[in-house]
């Protein structure tokens, strides 16, 4: 494929850009597949807090990765390399390398200077931060004692954009490769520039790739000291601990893990007898520029985007068959989004707006990935013609606010051709993703 670099590859600039793979590390799931059907039917993996203590965190539910293994992803790692890498970036590697294999891009596929990679991470490595200030609070040497850290790796683990760096170097990436910080929207970010380096002639495919580890003393106590319905304090039964759209919802639980994107030009996705699962149509990004954990509330800041971003599309509101909400149970958040449905569709009854799901209670919150859990689920429900369910939604009292159409029977069989995917998040930040049907 290498006569494809330089300036004739330049040329190929514009034309479509497709989904052609899915990867995810997530708990309960780690293949394309599985990963469909938890968030097609709202099966929540949400279960009981057991890498930190509850007492120390002061909440007992998380969506965990366990019994991760990443030989069974990554055969060509040496164990020696494998032993010096974080949890994260192991998870991260293996989660791209499932988009590739999904894809069917392999190294025989594209030229590697054709193929780039992006990264979104919301606080990068803490899991080993918090691991190695734990070990300084037993006598250990620590960070800050010069001349008697000796750990070799810690300059590499302790970088935001290892996980990145290692999952090109060990699938020999040799495009743009970088990390965003964009906290729940920087997933939503990566797809955007990934589309921008694929539409302007600088790569042929793009994997993109978001992760978290949150589950670590320091984030839960930070994500308290917010207040009360932020984080669930759901205790009896974990998989009820996300309630979304409803009367009694108190906030999210964390999850953790990594989901991967392959976007591929379709020409070049074509000529190797590729498919796709969707259509990237656009994507649409503001900052609104006021209170950093604050969100407009009237609706009408989040729909000018969505119309904006669907008039980029060559699309209009009345053409959306279905919203893959942000969706995280806390109060303003849910009421923001139903509120966005009101100012985008003025002229239709409530019963009339298009369906609007959240996929929160299935995995959990993953911050800087789950904007890339949200785009994974609606292009899957997109190539599969079906609704994911909004879990925990059927049977509740539902916010007067928010009582409308969640999917909350269970997945939907449909004919959709266009879907939204939202995202918002701390720092006042707004992001949407349109993508169609391929």
Known sequence: MAELAGPAARKDRGGSVLVTGIGVMLPGATHVNEFWQDVRDG???????????PGIAGVGVAGELRDFDHRKFLPELNEKFARRYT????????????????????????DPRRLSLIASSSRGPLEWVSEALAAGDDGAPQAGDAGHFDDSGAMLRGMPGAPATLSAIYGDVRGFVTTLSSACVGGHHAIGFAADLIRAGT?????????????????????????????????????????????DREGFAFGEGAVALCLERESHARARGAGGYA?????????????????????????????????????????????????????????????????LYEDRPRSAWPPLSSIKPVYGHLLGGAALVNAAATALALHHQCLCSTANYAGAVPDPECDHDHVAEGPRPTRADLAVSLAFAIGSQTSVLALGAA
């Open 279 to 343: 259509r990237f149509l656009a994507h649409r990004a503001l900052n609104e520029a006021t209170h950093p954990f604050g969100m407009d509330m009237s609706g009408q800041v989040t729909a000018t985007a969505v119309a904006e971003a669907l008039t980029e599309a060559g699309r209009t509101p009345r053409d959306v068959d279905w919203f893959c909400a942000h969706g995280t149970a806390t109060p303003k958040n849910d009421v923001a989004e139903s509120r966005m449905l009101g100012a």
């Open 87 to 110: 949890r994260d970036a192991l998870v991260t590697m293996s989660a791209v390398e499932e988009a590739r294999r999904d894809a069917g891009l392999g190294p025989d596929g594209i």
């Open 203 to 247: 790569a042929d495919a793009v994997v993109v790739v978001g992760y978290e580890f949150p589950l670590t003393p320091l984030v839960f106590q930070s994500f308290r000291s917010m207040g009360n319905r932020v984080l669930s304090t759901e205790s009896d039964d974990p998989r009820r601990a996300i309630r979304p759209y409803t009367r």
């Open 43 to 53: 099966n929540s993996r949400i279960g009981r807090l057991t890498r930190v203590d």
